[in-house]
């Protein structure tokens, strides 16, 4: 059975300058609510491939964002939905 978890802040691994993945930083950000149209999964596990990697390295080919959170594949557990949302529910995995 899923029980509601009330935190409000949860752990991010940011990568905040294209140096590595050396310069991966955990820290603590504000947990908010799904907008229209999305949901908030607890991940549960998480892959890294080389697409993260050469995100980091500053190598890849493609603009993107000067920050990000790595992590191209992702699996994990409903948390909450947004307005709007129906074709997932709380509890369901991913």
């Known amino acids: ?3 509601e978890v009330t935190q409000s802040t949860f752990k991010q691994y940011f ?3 294209k140096t590595g993945i050396n310069s991966l930083v955990l820290h603590d950000v504000p947990k908010t609510a799904p907008k ?3 949901i908030l999964v ?3 596990a998480v ?3 080389w697409r993260d990697g050469i995100m980091a390295m ?3 080919p493609f603009p993107g964002p000067d920050a990000l959170v790595p992590g191209s594949d992702g699996a994990g ?3 909450e939905v947004g307005e709007g949302v129906t074709e997932w529910k709380v ?3 991913t």
């Open 1 to 3: 059975m899923f029980s």
């Open 15 to 17: 990568l905040p300058e």
């Open 36 to 38: 229209y149209g999305q």
């Open 42 to 44: 607890r991940i549960k």
């Open 47 to 49: 892959s890294l491939n």
């Open 58 to 60: 500053g190598t890849y």
């Open 77 to 79: 557990v409903v948390e």
């Open 91 to 93: 509890g369901e995995t």
